[in-house]
Nanobody, 117 residues
Framework: QVQLVESGGGLVQPGGSLRLSCAAS????????MGWYRQAPGKGRELVAH???????NYAASVEGRFTISSDNAKNTVYLQMNSLKVEDTAVYYC???????????WGQGTQVTVSS
């Protein structure tokens, strides 16, 4: 089993920054990729950023250039550095981990990010 614990959300003003953390525990050796998703009020779940065990990353067009996903294997933690935050970034952000063979999706509890003046 894999457990994901998120932290770092909060209330910031437009243009501000936050860093989200996702600490993984359990059978993490079976995880091949991790990412961040978000869900804003009235919208569906959206992929924000994704990183593989090899360090390959990709981003949603709406956040590319502002957000950076990274990992610290020694700490079994994935981060999302969020800069130049916009009001439209307001959402619940969920950490996600993927296991293959068999395929299982793991999710964190979510952390609220609110961007407001």
């Amino acid at each position: 089993q894999v457990q994901l614990v998120e932290s770092g959300g909060g209330l910031v003003q437009p243009g501000g920054s936050l860093r989200l953390s996702c600490a993984a525990s359990g059978s993490i050796f079976r995880i091949n990729a991790m990412g961040w998703y978000r869900q804003a009020p009235g919208k569906g779940r959206e992929l924000v950023a994704h990183i593989t065990n090899g360090g390959s990353t990709n981003y949603a067009a709406s956040v590319e250039g502002r957000f950076t996903i990274s990992s610290d294997n020694a700490k079994n933690t994935v981060y999302l550095q969020m800069n130049s935050l916009k009001v439209e970034d307001t959402a619940v952000y969920y950490c996600h981990a993927e296991r293959r063979w068999p395929h299982i999706d793991y999710w964190g509890q979510g952390t609220q990010v609110t961007v407001s003046s």
